[in-house]
C-alpha cells in the first residue's frame, strides 16, 4: 500500500467534518475510513462520448484501408464447385 499524502488526509478529514493536524496522528475513524477506500474497487463504465467518437473514427479508417478491388466472394470458395467435386 503506498503513504497517503497529507494532503489527502486534510481534505477527506474535512470530509467528515474532521479536524486535522499534520504532526499528530490521525484518528481512528479517519484511518478506518481511508482503510475502506482503499480496498474499494473502481466502478467499471462504458467510455465516454469522446472514447466512444474515437473509437468510431479508428474503426472508420481501419474499414478505409481495404482496397475496393478486394470482394467478399474473394475469400469463401464457391459453394457449388465445392459440392460437384470441381477444383476452386
Known amino acids: 500500500m503506498h503513504s497517503v ?3 489527502v488526509l486534510a481534505a477527506l478529514a474535512y470530509e467528515r467534518g474532521e479536524e486535522f493536524d499534520p504532526p499528530s496522528f490521525p484518528t481512528p ?14 466502478l467499471a463504465c462504458e467510455p465516454g462520448p469522446y472514447a466512444r467518437r474515437r473509437l ?3 474503426e472508420r479508417r481501419a474499414y478505409a484501408r481495404v482496397p475496393d478491388w478486394v470482394s467478399a466472394d474473394d475469400l469463401v470458395p464457391d459453394p457449388v464447385a465445392a459440392v460437384h467435386g470441381e477444383p476452386v
Open 56 to 58: 468510431r473514427e479508428r
Open 5 to 7: 499524502s497529507t494532503r
Open 29 to 42: 475513524d479517519l484511518m478506518e475510513e481511508l482503510r475502506s477506500a482503499m480496498g474499494a474497487t473502481p
